[in-house]
């Protein structure tokens, strides 16, 4: 089952956080709305959820991952970190363009995780000693255009990702220097 509610000015989706709720669900688009939280959403065969454009910016204690996702779209919000994106063993591609993500660090639980697109967030440093291949074992796409990694220093660091192949750091000033 495929369900749209995107641009409708929904303030509540309580309705997606039930036991029971939408049990056919796969494909979920609540993008362009006005609720500001995450909710823990259950719907147990949603693979497909966009929530963009909604400003969100916390997040629902009852909220753990999903377990059957597979594209997660949250473009234009107000996340600060990757740690409300772990435990989502099935999830293969995460958009999150536009927020304000200081970090790649965070994150557990995406095995499949083949595509992470952070375009326009504050990473600025990658961190020293953090295990990314474990982390990230699947990743094939990094997108960090338009952040503000400094140097290429920083970026030997993500050529540790054992998958990787496309790597985006356009209008970041180690490219620009």
Known sequence: MHLDLSQNKVKNVSAFTGEEAFLNLKYLDLSNNKFNELPAIKCPKLEYLDISFNKI???NEGWQGHPTLKVFKSIDNK??????????????ELYLANNVIA??????GLPELKKLHLRH???EKIEDEVPFEEMYPALEYLNLRTNKVPAMEDLFKIIKFP???DLNVINCPCELS
């Open 79 to 92: 996340f600060k970190a990757l740690t409300p994106f772990k435990n989502m063993p099935k999830l293969k």
């Open 121 to 123: 967030n504050k990473i």
């Open 103 to 108: 970090s790649l660090t965070g994150v557990e």
């Open 57 to 59: 910016e916390k997040v």
């Open 163 to 165: 998958a990787l192949i």
